[in-house]
């Protein structure tokens, strides 16, 4: 096997390797050997088949595996043999020449292919100790606990039935229509929803129109979707809703105690609280791990400046931008609506994907050298989290779509990686807790302002998920008027 190399520039390798005819013979003969005792031929005995008999019959499909063997096998090996690493899947290039092919399978001409590629560049780790970053900390108070417990206490108020007029606070059961220039259009339908005044559950003006309503009444509600309203084809738009009123429910008192917390599952109150304080404090310590990290990394990003492979950059690009497009899409907003250009944006998520593909490499070469790994163990963990995420009734087949494609999992196993390497650094580095107010912590850094040209919430999808997935929520139900609920309760 002769291999040369083609090409060195930058980045970018192209090397042509040459198999020669004779070993490709050989190794067609050894596996026609290999055959010879196993294959069954009407009119032959086991093993008495001619070598040149099963040639015919074999003979091409046999030297069809030889020739995916040695792509197979001699791409890692020959990469692997000129200390290099591909940051893809090579691209493997042969003849497209019919009766060129037609000889290298009879076994009469060389087997010729290349290789083009791009190399992972060799990356030098500095040392740490210039690395500070400032820990944000926000110590919730008492108060924040009590607000909290008090709006999960609200699922558990009881209401009793009343006579006469509905006032905020009170509890509808309603039956609704909703219709855009007199149609009914989908998702506007709702039976026998509870509906609380006051609660701003539904879109802003919908509830107010309610007040004073009793039992048996019709109302027409007329409403205007706000501008940035989710589902876009309703964005915006004037609707009437045709509401039947079918209870009015005055509230009970708000009673926060064991007798509450028994009504929600929880063995007492206490409970409830510690578990109110777990979410609340696990809400924040997530905003300031996102904080410290993103230090961190603008830090790594400073010290490390290098070409990245440009076929990683493109496709961590075409995933950014296809995010982005389809939240633009769904939201029914335009570059121009989000400040920007299809130009400018483009050019700030190219400086980001770069950005991105950088610090993963760095991270990576940190981690390695660190003997950082995913154990078995933790991947499960990870599997879990993810699949807990998404609504009960979809839990089942992500799991299976998980477990049934290996590639899905290392797409896994990557985050769960890099969470690791970074807390490799935050042990070697200085790091400075900083007492900081709730409005600090939850504040957006002008550095993370910066990655997103799409200056409106539009566009934050491109960097995380929604918060209904990070936070496992359900779908919202489809009745159009209701909006989306800002805070979960504690379950």
Do not use: C
Request: net charge negative; glycine share 6%; hydrophobic share 35%.
């Amino acid at each position: 096997m002769q291999v040369t190399e083609t090409l060195n520039s930058g980045l970018k390798r192209e090397i042509k390797i040459t198999v020669p005819a004779g070993d490709m013979e050989a190794r067609l003969a050894k596996r026609l050997s290999d055959a010879k005792d196993k294959v069954r031929i009407n009119g032959f005995r086991p093993g008495k088949v001619p070598m040149q008999h099963l040639r015919k019959m074999y003979g091409k499909s046999f030297m069809a595996e030889v020739v995916n063997e040695i792509l197979s096998d001699s791409t890692r090996t020959i990469i692997s043999d000129r200390g290099e690493k591909a940051a893809m899947q090579p691209e493997v290039k042969m003849t497209e020449d019919e009766k060129e092919a037609e000889k290298i399978l009879a076994g009469g001409a060389d087997f010729e292919f290349s290789l083009a590629y791009e190399v992972i560049p060799a990356i030098e780790i500095k040392e740490f100790s210039d690395i500070k970053v400032s820990r944000p900390v926000y110590d919730v108070p008492e108060t924040e606990i009590d607000e909290q417990v008090n709006r999960v206490a609200e699922s558990a108020r009881t209401y009793e039935p009343k006579k006469g007029k509905a006032e905020e606070g009170d509890r509808l059961t309603i039956d609704y229509v909703g219709k855009i220039d007199g149609v009914a259009f989908d998702g506007g339908t709702g039976g026998d929803q509870p509906l609380v005044l006051g609660s701003k559950e539904f879109i802003p003006g919908f509830e107010e129109q309610l007040i004073g309503a009793k039992e048996g009444d019709e109302k027409l509600v007329t409403v205007t979707f706000p501008e940035n309203y989710q589902a876009a084809h309703l964005a915006g738009k004037e609707a009437t809703f045709d509401v039947t009123v079918k209870e009015v429910a005055a509230p009970g008192k708000l009673e926060v105690n064991d007798d509450t917390a028994k009504n929600l599952g929880l063995e007492s109150l206490e409970k409830l609280r510690e578990i109110v304080r777990s979410q609340i404090e696990n809400q924040f310590g997530a905003m300031t791990r996102q904080k410290v990290k993103r230090q961190l990394l603008d830090q790594l990003d400073e010290n490390y400046k290098f070409e990245a492979p440009s076929k990683l950059v493109e496709a961590e690009f075409n995933n950014i931008w296809s995010q982005v497009t389809r939240d633009l899409e769904l939201a029914g907003r335009t570059f121009a609506d989000e400040e920007t250009t299809e130009e400018e944006a483009r050019a700030e998520y190219q400086r980001l994907a770069e950005r991105r593909v950088r610090l993963g490499l760095v991270l990576a070469e940190i981690g390695e050298k660190a003997g950082v790994t995913v154990t078995d163990e933790e991947l499960q963990r990870g599997l879990f989290d993810t699949v807990r995420r998404y609504p009960a009734s979809q839990q089942q087949e992500v799991f299976d779509f998980y477990r049934n494609n290996p590639s899905a999992l290392v797409n896994l196993r990557a985050p769960l990686f890099e969470e690791k390497v970074v807390d490799h650094l935050l042990s070697q580095i200085s790091v400075t807790d900083k007492k900081v107010s709730k409005e600090e912590l939850m504040a957006d850094d002008e550095d993370e302002a910066a990655e997103k040209p799409a200056k409106k919430a539009s566009a934050k999808k491109a960097k995380v998920e929604t918060a209904e997935a990070a936070e496992g929520e359900e779908p919202k139900k489809k009745a159009a008027p209701k909006k989306k609920a800002k805070e979960a309760d504690a379950e």
